[in-house]
């Protein structure tokens, strides 16, 4: 986990190298996959390609910064069960007590630390490609919504306050 000077917390999910066969022999190239979040609920990823290791992580924060989005959080954990999905990815997620920690491997873990999720059961399946296991985890996450943006889209005053 890294914190740059923003306050924002970046995690490099993916570093591969792929290469092109070309006529002189092969041509490297590389690719990054990186989540960036501020801890307090907003979250966005990005994929970089470039020729160097430090471009193509550059570019991918780049864009991650651009697609950031909000998740609702009630006490550091998520307000409901929820299962995203992405191609052959899917990531469930499920709210969990204060103390359990991230229970979740791989790029659904980096994406909870980045967002400031503190406790969550997380379970990948159908893949383990972590392109499409991010993805399914973003999606399940933008999906989610707060008590009061659905009391406020049905027209209905929530009686008991949320924290």
């Known amino acids: 986990m890294e914190q740059n000077e923003l306050g924002m917390i970046e995690k490099v999910v993916s570093l591969n190298r792929v290469a092109k066969?070309?006529?002189?022999?092969r041509r490297f190239s590389f690719s990054a996959l990186v989540v960036v979040g501020d801890g307090k609920g907003t979250v966005g990823?990005?994929?970089g390609k470039a020729q160097e290791v430090p471009e193509a992580l550059r570019k991918a924060t780049e864009r991650a910064r651009?697609?950031?989005i909000r998740i609702p959080l009630v006490e550091g954990t998520?307000?409901?069960?929820?299962?995203?999905?992405?191609?052959?990815?899917?990531?469930m997620l499920k709210?969990?007590?204060?103390?359990?920690?991230?229970?979740?491997?791989?790029?659904?873990?980096?994406?909870?630390?980045?967002?400031?999720?503190?406790?969550?059961?997380a379970k990948?399946?159908?893949?383990?490609?972590?392109?499409?296991?991010?993805?399914a985890t973003v999606e399940g996450l933008s999906s989610l919504r707060s008590?009061?943006?659905v009391g406020e889209m049905r027209g209905k005053k929530l009686t008991t306050p949320r924290k």
């Open 21 to 25: 066969v070309v006529k002189g022999g």
């Open 45 to 47: 990823y990005g994929l």
């Open 66 to 68: 651009k697609a950031m």
């Open 78 to 91: 998520l307000p409901y069960e929820v299962l995203g999905v992405y191609g052959a990815g899917q990531v």
């Open 95 to 121: 709210p969990a007590s204060r103390g359990t920690g991230i229970i979740a491997g791989g790029a659904v873990r980096a994406v909870m630390e980045a967002a400031g999720v503190s406790d969550v059961l």
């Open 124 to 135: 990948a399946i159908g893949t383990n490609n972590p392109h499409n296991v991010l993805r």
């Open 147 to 149: 008590a009061d943006a």
